[in-house]
T-cell receptor, first 115, second 114 residues
């Protein structure tokens, strides 16, 4: 059963700690994305990757880092430099990130909270 | 500057009636538009899309209309059902060049009242 798996569902972070959110897909999609959703807000793009070993900053990349060593995996690290990390984080993937009318498919999200 | 706008934060509709959700965009380079449905604590689910070469796309109870000259699209749900109650996001992208992540609106919360 193909899909996008985000883990954990809930994550708590202490002040000054880095945390890594996992995103795995078995859809054989080339492109993967990370979004952040805050209450009453739309989805804002943090980072995206169109192919393995390549990624680009989105609109709100400050305080975040990513890697794309495997096609299936696109982990997001929330660093201590991110001053307001409490949010709902969504990972998505699509067949291609370079055009074509293909929708993105989303995981079920990770809710990050600061202790 | 918000490139995709959903000006109605919420909408209430009686069960069985039509729901119309609206979306405006400012970037004339957008040529692919999507609607997503989202329940609390879940990821968005893709509903329906439309390319700028069309002005209408239909899928069961869901129809999306695109008015390029007005830079406006709408999602019609008919008949509306209680299970349709969710937040609906409009999104847009450019497909004819690289680096085309989706740009999302802030969403409209639809409540279908039985």
């Amino acid at each position: 059963d193909g899909g996008i798996t985000q883990s954990p569902k809930y994550l708590f972070r202490k002040e000054g700690q880095n945390v890594t959110l996992s995103c795995e897909q078995n859809l054989n999609h080339d492109a993967m994305y990370w979004y952040r959703q805050d209450p009453g807000q739309g989805l804002r793009l943090i980072y995206y990757s169109q192919i393995v070993n390549d990624f680009q900053k989105g609109d709100i990349a400050e305080g975040y880092s990513v890697s794309r060593e495997k096609k299936e995996s696109f982990p997001l690290t929330v660093t201590s430099a991110q001053k307001n990390p409490t949010a709902f984080y969504l990972c998505a993937s699509s067949i291609s990130g370079t055009g074509g009318d293909q929708p993105q498919h989303f995981g079920d999200g990770t809710r990050l909270s600061i202790l | 500057d918000q490139q995709v706008k959903q000006n109605s934060p919420s909408l209430s509709v009686q069960e069985g009636r039509i729901s119309i959700l609206n979306c405006d965009y400012t970037n004339s380079m957008f040529d692919y538009f999507l609607w997503y449905k989202k329940y609390p604590a879940e990821g968005p689910t893709f509903l329906i899309s439309i390319s700028s070469i069309k002005d209408k796309n239909e899928d069961g109870r869901f129809t999306v209309f695109l008015n390029k000259s007005a830079k406006h699209l709408s999602l019609h749900i008919v008949p509306s059902q209680p299970g349709d109650s969710a937040v609906y996001f409009c999104a847009a992208s450019r497909t004819y060049s690289g680096n085309t992540p989706l740009v999302f609106g802030k969403g409209t919360r639809l409540s279908v009242i039985a």
